[in-house]
């Protein structure tokens, strides 16, 4: 079935680059996503990123994409304590359904 | 977002109790989903629509049912509340396009005691 893996937990000064890693398993997923949720809100849709391209970058974030080994990251730059949340990955599956990895905690500290 | 409201925003009920969380949007999207959040599991499928009275199963659906008789509307019932249906409860959006991605609304927490 479908599956999306995400590292649990991640911690960076601020400042730094965080790196956010995935996996999914449908190959023919045609849209991947990352979400962020602060707390007690809902999700909010970051960035995406079709799956014939191998990177996007809009400002701060960058998304890359290997299709090969089915592997998605999400980079951002400068991080500041602001970026602090749970990230999503999430793939698309058949109409219109999206499955979620679990989520990665990103702890900014100053 | 303002687009998408749930309610309540929270829930105590008592087990065995039925409950009925409401989804209401007002962007006319055609697509309408309940997911569950819960620790170490991400958020999970458990009913979707696909325009009035048109709606289907997710991968965690037993114990819930669902109902969509205006667009604008779509309701997620337990029939019956036990305590693993304790957890946050998020209704989402979206319309024919995977660039979209969906928009979600702020989260129903659900306790059941």
């Known amino acids: 079935g479908e599956d999306v893996e995400q590292s649990l937990f991640l911690s960076v000064r601020e400042g730094d680059s965080s790196v956010i890693n995935c996996t999914y398993t449908?190959?023919?997923?045609?849209?991947l996503y990352w979400y962020k949720q602060e707390p007690g809100a809902g999700l909010q849709l970051l960035t995406y990123i079709f799956s014939n391209m191998d990177m996007k970058q809009d400002q701060r974030l960058t998304v890359l994409l290997n299709k090969k080994d089915k592997h998605l990251s999400l980079r951002i730059a400068d991080t500041q304590t602001g970026d602090s949340a749970i990230y999503f990955c999430?793939?698309?599956?058949?109409?219109?359904?999206?499955?979620f990895g679990a989520g990665t905690i990103l702890r900014v500290k100053s | 977002d303002a687009g998408i409201t749930q309610s309540p925003r929270h829930k105590v009920t008592e087990t065995g109790t039925p409950v009925t969380l409401r989804c209401h949007q007002t962007e006319n999207h055609r697509y309408m989903y309940w997911y569950r959040q819960d620790p170490g599991h991400g958020l999970r499928l458990i009913h979707y629509s696909y325009g009035v009275k048109d709606t289907d199963k997710g991968e965690v659906s037993d114990g819930y049912s669902v109902s969509r008789s205006k667009t604008e509307d779509f309701l997620l019932t337990l029939e019956s509340a036990t305590s693993s249906q304790t957890s946050v409860y998020f209704c989402?959006?979206?319309?024919?396009?995977?660039?979209?991605?969906?928009?979600f609304g702020s989260g129903t927490r659900l306790t059941v005691v």
């Open positions: 999430a793939e698309s599956l058949e109409g219109n359904k999206l499955v």
């Open positions: 449908d190959s023919s997923s045609t849209y």
């Open positions: 989402a959006i979206t319309r024919p396009g995977g660039n979209y991605g969906y928009t």
